[in-house]
């Protein structure tokens, strides 16, 4: 089942990736603007970062600084990572992953448009990050999160890789009730990002729900 859905997502956001969608679509741009990206920052990054894919800003929440190491879990086409990019600055550096093919070669191909030299996309899944222990400051992830099957596994990798006081921001969707049963047996649901969101009403060890769009989590000791 896992291979099936990790196949699926793989399908969707690689068509996705080889779309003509970007910021220059006043759709994709009001869509981002309405999940709380400035038109100033929608501006600041390659247009085609920008496919309408995100549910919240959470560089705006984690607030990386200079020379910090930034780490996005499903990156797409890069936007988060190369607003990321800005704020650590040339000491610093903004980290995609994502498992899909096409998105990492989007990303790239913007990185190298738009002239980055901090920023690096490894293509793999989120439940098994290729970076070392305790080498990352922040954490960020976009609409991401509902999509892996294994979440567990996502938020052990998260507190793997995270410095001790490391700070972590995720914007997803989540549920405020249950699903009806043909909706969450959906792959169509799934990979539209509703079928494996985390319900609301389900907590984790370390997490805190802070509001019913955009959850946050701190992870404040690491082990
Ligand atoms: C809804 S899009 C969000 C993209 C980006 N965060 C944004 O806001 O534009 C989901 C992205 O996560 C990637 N993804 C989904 N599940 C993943 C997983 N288990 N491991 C790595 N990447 C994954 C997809 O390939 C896709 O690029």
Redesign the pocket.
């Known amino acids: 089942m896992t291979e099936e859905i990790?196949d699926s997502?793989?399908s969707k956001?690689?068509a996705?990736?080889e779309s003509t969608l970007s910021n220059n679509d006043a759709g994709v741009k009001a869509v981002a603007e309405a999940f709380g990206y400035s038109a100033e920052e929608l501006t600041s990054i390659p247009a085609e970062?920008?496919?309408?894919?995100?549910?919240g800003n959470p560089t705006a929440t984690v607030h990386p600084r200079p020379g910090e190491v930034v780490v996005?879990?499903?990156?797409?086409?890069g936007?988060?990572v190369f607003l990321a990019a800005k704020m650590v600055g040339p000491e610093g550096k903004a980290i995609g992953?994502?498992?899909?093919p096409a998105?990492i070669e989007r990303a790239r191909a913007n990185a190298e448009a738009g002239g980055y030299t901090n920023v690096e996309f490894h293509q793999?899944?989120?439940?098994n990050v290729p970076l070392p222990d305790a080498s990352v400051d922040c954490v960020i992830?976009?609409?991401?999160l509902n999509?892996?099957?294994d979440k567990s596994a996502?938020f052990r990798e998260i507190t793997r890789i995270l410095k001790p006081g490391g700070r972590l921001a995720v914007s997803d969707i989540a549920l405020k009730g249950e699903l009806p049963e043909a909706i969450a047996k959906s792959m169509a649901a799934y990979v539209g990002?509703i079928g494996g969101a985390i319900s609301l009403m389900t907590t984790a060890p370390g997490c805190w729900l802070l509001d019913s769009n955009m959850w946050r989590s701190w992870i404040a000791a690491q082990t």
């Open positions: 990790l997502v793989r956001y690689g996705v990736a970062a920008n496919m309408g894919l995100s549910c996005d879990l499903g990156s797409g086409g936007l988060d992953i994502d498992m899909t998105m793999s899944t989120i439940d992830s976009n609409c991401v999509l892996a099957p996502v990002c």
